[in-house]
């Protein structure tokens, strides 16, 4: 990460309110000056989850470094979905408590450059610079879990794919089973008995296209997000930037 002057752009946000400060979409590109602060590893089970804090000019923010398996897995079975379903929110639980953490370095950091500050109209500035600081790190930490929020709901609606996938299966099975075993003399028996099977095949069979669509749909999604964290941005709501981009 490059560092430039961080005390002139601290001094230019110094006079915002917390409210525009945490509230700013887009402008990375304006900003070309970042400072690491802290970088975060979280580890439950295979799964393991990497941000790096940065800070640039009074605002905080996040960036996905690394997320493995990735954040588009789903697993390719049942068994492997579980297991996944189960250690995101195991990543999940760990990542909220160190929330509380971050911020104390942050504090801890912005703490000491006060302490060595006499002018009192200066001082003012950079608490007024802290508490936009603080604002903009939970916002960015409120978008990283809103992230995996995402990335939950896909795996657990992969769940429910799998499931009536395996549903579909057992009733294709007991269709062929059924034809098999017929006889002449329970013909008619088998008959309707074959014909209430095959409309709850074709009941199953309708439930999983629309499961399949509905996942594949929040899919695509979550990789667009991929794809913006591969370029090396930091964490934004992805609203307030399509609505930048369309105002501009």
């Excluded at 610079?129 to 809103?146: D, F, H, Q, T």
């Excluded at 059924?178 to 013909?187: R, T």
Aim: hydrophobic share 35%.
């Amino acid at each position: 990460m490059t560092t430039g002057k961080t005390e002139e752009t601290e001094e230019a946000c110094g006079n915002q309110t917390t409210e525009e400060t945490s509230s700013r979409a887009g402008n990375l590109e304006l900003c070309g000056s970042f400072t690491a602060l802290s970088t975060i590893a979280i580890q439950a089970g295979q799964s393991q989850i990497v941000a790096s804090v940065l800070k640039s000019g009074c605002l905080i923010h996040l960036q996905l470094v690394q997320f493995q398996p990735g954040l588009c897995e789903i697993g390719s079975n049942q068994e492997e979905n579980r297991i996944l379903i189960q250690e995101h929110q195991q990543l999940l639980q760990k990542l909220q408590k160190h929330e509380p953490e971050v911020l104390a370095v942050v504090e801890k950091k912005q703490q000491d450059r006060l302490r060595m500050m006499r002018d009192g109209r200066r001082k003012q500035k950079e608490e007024e610079v802290n508490e936009a600081m603080k604002a903009s790190l939970s916002e960015g930490w409120s978008l990283l879990l809103r992230l995996l929020g995402r990335r939950l709901e896909v795996l657990k609606l992969a769940s429910d794919f799998f499931l009536l996938v395996m549903e579909f299966s057992i009733s294709i099975n007991r269709i062929e089973d059924l034809q098999i075993k017929a006889d002449e003399d329970k013909l008619t028996e088998v008959q309707v008995t074959y014909d209430f099977m095959r409309k709850d095949l074709l009941g199953k069979s309708l439930q999983v296209l629309t499961s399949s669509s509905v996942l594949l749909q929040r899919l695509r999604q979550l990789q667009r997000t991929v794809a913006l964290q591969r370029s090396g941005r930091v964490l934004q709501d992805e609203d307030e930037v399509e609505e930048v981009r369309v105002r501009f």
